[in-house]
């Protein structure tokens, strides 16, 4: 099976700094899709970034400029540097993974798989 561990949520002020981190571990043949949305209650999961495997970068008009993915193909993990943060950027952030597992010998699937979610908090 595959994993998401997500790390870096955390209270920071407005203008601060973050870096979110989602490392996936298991079956995984290849990555093709890693990226972060955001939810607030009572709100719909809302895309902030996604990076492909060849390592072309979609954003929310909300964020850029300000928040920077990246990912280390070498140890399947994505990040997200987050700067100048603003009190709107307050939410549980989730990692976002679409890869490719091995189920069995010679037999493969897509997978689609969300983190268990990282709060950040942007307040004075």
């Known amino acids: 099976q595959v994993q998401l561990v997500e790390d870096g949520g955390a209270l920071v002020q407005p203008g601060g700094s973050l870096r979110l981190s989602c490392a996936a571990s298991g079956s995984i043949l290849s990555i093709n899709t890693m990226g972060w949305y955001r939810q607030n209650p009572g709100k719909e999961r809302e895309l902030v970034a996604v990076i492909s495997s060849g390592g072309s970068s979609n954003y929310a008009d909300s964020v850029k400029g300000r928040f920077s993915i990246s990912r280390d193909n070498a140890k399947n993990t994505v990040y997200l540097q987050m700067n100048s943060l603003e009190p709107e950027d307050t939410a549980v952030y989730y990692c976002?993974?679409?890869?490719?597992?091995?189920?069995?010998?010679?037999?493969?699937?897509?997978?689609?798989?969300w983190g268990q979610g990282t709060l950040v908090t942007v307040s004075a």
């Open positions: 976002y993974l679409h890869a490719v597992e091995m189920v069995s010998r010679g037999v493969h699937r897509f997978t689609e798989l």
